[in-house]
Each structure stands twice: as C-alpha cells, then as structure tokens.
C-alpha cells in the first residue's frame, strides 16, 4: 500500500521529470539562446522559487555574464569568475559562511564540457527569512540538471556558429582567391618585343592575396605595367583590387597625362572603398623607341633599376601618398628616366623584403639589391629571388604576399 509520503515523494518526481522535459524539448525546438535563457528564469523563480539567479559562462577566452535574475548589475559586476568561483569544482551550499562577494546567494553550481569549467550559477532567496527548507537547497540537484543542459546547448550552439563562420570565411576565401588568379595575368599575355624581356612572380601567401600586377600594350612603341597592394586581405580587398584592375585598363594610355591619371585613380578608389582601404601603386610608362621611362610612385616600395654599364642601383621613387589615403591628392611628382641597354628592374611587394624575425620585421631589401646588381640576365636574377623566398619559407619569416615583376632592356 502506496502511502502518503510516498504518493508525495512521487509526485514530486513527477514533476521535476516534467520540468526536465519540458525544457530539452524547448532545446530540440532549437529555439535562440535568449528565449531558452527567459525560459531558465520563469522556470527559477515561479515554479522553484529561487529568488536570485547569476549564470557565467566562458565563450572566446573570457567570462561573461549570461543571465542577471534578482540581483543588481552592480552586485553581479562585483564578482569575478577566476578569483571567486573558478576554485568550485561540484555543487556548494555557501548559506553558512558567504564569501563576501558571494553575500546573498545560497548555493554554486559549477558546469562542466570535457572536464572544463564552462559556466557557473549562482542561486539564492530573496526572502531570507522564510521559514523551512530553502527552495535553492531542496531543488539544488534539479537545477544543476538543467542549468546543465542549458550550458552545453549554448556551447554547441556557440560551436555551431563558430563552424557556420568559418565555412563562410572559406567560402568567401575560395571566391577571392578566384577573383585574384583571374586579374594576375599569364605571361603569355604579356606584351612580345625583341627590345624588352619581362619575367614575373606571384605567391599569394595567404591563398589571397591584396596584390596586384599588370603589363599592357598602350601603343606600338609603348609599353604600360604597374604594381600595387591594397590593404586588407579577403573578398572585400579582392572586389576592390578587381574594380581598380578594369579602371585602369579603361584610362592608361600612352598619350595620358600621368598625373591626371593617378587623380582619377584616386578618385575611384574614394568612391569603391568608402575611405576604409587605400592602394600603393607604381604605375610606369616606357617607350621601346626613346628609351624613356616615366612613372609614378604612389606610396608603393620604389622599385630597383640597374645601370648595367654605369654599376648604379637607382630607387625609382618618385610620386606621391598612395590612392585612397586622401580626397584629393595634394603633390604628384612624375619620375622621368632614360634606361641604358642591359638595364635591369624590379619592381616588387613588400612581402618580398619584410620579415618576422623573433616577433620583429626585418628588411630584406639588401638581399634584392645585391640580386639585381650583377651582369646576370633577369630569369637568373628571379630564380635567385626564388630560392631566397624558399629560405624564408623555411625559416617562417614570410608573413605576406609576393609580387614581381621583373625587366630586362635588351637593346
């Protein structure tokens, strides 16, 4: 015969069963974490009378605060998870001697995911002076199940977001990186002339990369080509580097003034980045007949050019601040060079020459100059570069992209 107390104690059964129910289906629903977390808070204080409620957790390498139930912000703000709870390892009942930032609060539940601590609650009564059993003692155990549950459904449903994230990123990656391959042109489209040998090299390293390069035909006897480095990486700095390849192509020219090229590129790069990107650029003219070269350095690392009869190096450095950094462009200064036979240049990104030594960036650059400084032909002096790029790599001191382009004046 089934008696009262036990009629009672299964009842009571019951319905904690029904309460643990009734909230995993509220998390098969799939319902956001804030309507789980006003469910937790109903749940709390009108079914288990549980007066005071503070719920931590632990996302992206620091504690924060989930739920504020029955207590201030200021008194919440007060407690620090790593100094008063982290040092909890299974439920405690604080009502006999509170540690002083944990005044009010009858009970600590710690939560756990793989034997780490990821979220803390604390309970307590507002009514301290009600006679019994407290409601935060009788239904600690309940609570520490569902304060469970609901934990670990908002770090999985964090986990979920932090893959939906990064399936995005790959995606947007993926079309970056295929907007970039299709403006880096082949050499088999570069301009052919028997007076000019051009070799280039590219190495995205990041998969995407913010540079940029480009040869053109302007003319029978001219040739176009610049370099340049947006700042940024990803779909945003591809989009912008795409639209800045089909602007230039529309307006470069040989009989274009450069000046007033460099402003109208300016000027599209203002309208396509909204004043939250810029580009270096060296932007270079050169006549196969006069031998004259004319260009303009953008705020771009200047580029090198070997005398080969003189033995001088020049930095081709010329120009002004780089596109997008101002409305308008106050100073523009065109460089002008008559370039010898055998000359050679190279003009380049700065992932070629900076890199991360002991957590510091380094130049690079006498490397370069001491490679395009000698009487070897342009493919030697890029098969130098190559293997210099492959030490590097071996060393970890590569932290950007890479883009050249390199120029041998044969006649």
Known sequence: ????????????????????????????????????????????????????????????????????????????????????????????????????KLKGFDAVIPLFHRFSPIGFVLIGDIEEEQQGISPTIKHLKLIQIISNLIIVFIENK????????????????????????????GEDEFPKSSQINIKTLYYPHYGVGGDY???????????????????GKGISAAMLMSNFQAV?????????????????????????ANNEKFITLFIGRYNLRTKKLSYVNAGHLPPLL???????????????????????IPSIEVGHVHVGKGSKLIAFTDGLVEHEQDNQIESGQSDIEKVISNTSNIEGNIEEIKDLISQYLEMGAIFDDISLIGMEFLK
């Open 1 to 100: 015969m089934v008696t009262h107390i036990k009629k009672k104690r299964l009842r009571l059964y019951k319905d904690r069963l029904n309460i643990i129910l009734d909230i995993a289906q509220t998390i098969n629903e799939d319902h956001t974490i804030e309507d789980l977390l006003g469910e937790f808070e109903i749940l709390l204080r009108e079914e288990l009378e549980v007066g005071k409620v503070l719920v931590f957790t632990y996302s992206n390498n620091e504690w924060k605060n989930l739920l504020i139930s029955g207590v201030s912000e200021e008194e919440a703000a007060r407690i620090d998870v790593v100094e008063d709870l982290l040092h909890y390892n299974t439920i405690e009942n604080i009502t006999i001697s509170h540690p002083p």
């Open 158 to 185: 964090r986990m979920q977001q932090e893959l939906l994230e990064q399936e995005a990123i790959k995606r947007e990656m993926e079309l970056a990186s295929r907007i970039q391959n299709q403006l880096i042109p």
């Open 213 to 231: 390069y480009d040869i053109m035909q302007l003319s029978r006897n001219t040739i176009g080509f610049c370099i340049a480095d947006v700042s």
């Open 248 to 272: 230039i192509r529309s307006l470069f020219s040989s009989r274009i003034n450069l000046k007033k090229l460099i402003h109208k590129l300016n000027a599209r790069v203002n309208e396509s």
């Open 306 to 328: 070997f005398d080969n009869r003189k033995g001088q190096l020049f930095d081709l450095d010329k120009g002004c601040i780089g596109l997008g950094m101002l409305d308008y």
